[in-house]
C-alpha cells in the first residue's frame, strides 16, 4: 500500500480460536485465521456518508463478491468459517458467512454487528437501544443446517 509516496505495510489481526467477532475498524487490514491458514484482505473502497466503511474482500487470494462493512469480524474456532458484515451491492446490510474450505458463502437476512459462533450456531451478542435499524438483529440466532443456499465464489 502507498501512503505519501512510501510503502505502508497492511496491519494484520490474528484471531482467537474462541468463535467471537473482532471489531475492525480502520483502513486495510489482513485478518488471519486462528489457525493461522487463511487471511482475509480487506482493502478500504469508501464509505456512505454517515456510515462505516466498506471494503474489497479475498480470502486466500479469491475475490469474495459484494463489499464487508468494518465492524464485527470474524472465524469460527476450526478457522474453516468467516463472518462478517456485508452488502451485495450499496448500500445494504447483511450478515455473510464464508465457507472457506468449499469456497461458497451463505447471506444472512440480516446484519450481527457482534457475534459468536460455535458450529453449527452463529448468535448474536449485545443490543444497541439507542439505534434501532430495521435491518440489524443483534438477538438474530441462526443455526447452520445441511439445506441452506450456499452460493459458491
Aim: charged residues 20%.
Amino acid at each position: 500500500m502507498r501512503r505519501g509516496g512510501g510503502v505502508t505495510a497492511v496491519p494484520r489481526l490474528a484471531f482467537a480460536a474462541d468463535g467471537r467477532s473482532q471489531l475492525m475498524w480502520w483502513g486495510d487490514a489482513d485478518l488471519q485465521s486462528p489457525d493461522g491458514r487463511h487471511v482475509v484482505a480487506l482493502r478500504y473502497a469508501g464509505e456512505p456518508p454517515h456510515g462505516a466503511s466498506f471494503y474489497e474482500g479475498r480470502i486466500d487470494g479469491v475475490p469474495v463478491p459484494g463489499f464487508f462493512w468494518a465492524g464485527a469480524l470474524g472465524f469460527s474456532a476450526d478457522s474453516r468459517f468467516f463472518i462478517g458484515g456485508w452488502m451485495p451491492t450499496r448500500y445494504a446490510r447483511k450478515t455473510l458467512v464464508v465457507d472457506i474450505a468449499a469456497r461458497r458463502y451463505l447471506v444472512l437476512p440480516l446484519y450481527l454487528r457482534s457475534f459468536t459462533f460455535h458450529w453449527p450456531v452463529l448468535q448474536g451478542v449485545g443490543t444497541d437501544t439507542a439505534t434501532a435499524y430495521a435491518d440489524i438483529d443483534d438477538a438474530l440466532t441462526y443455526t447452520l443446517r445441511g439445506d441452506a443456499p450456499w452460493t459458491a465464489y
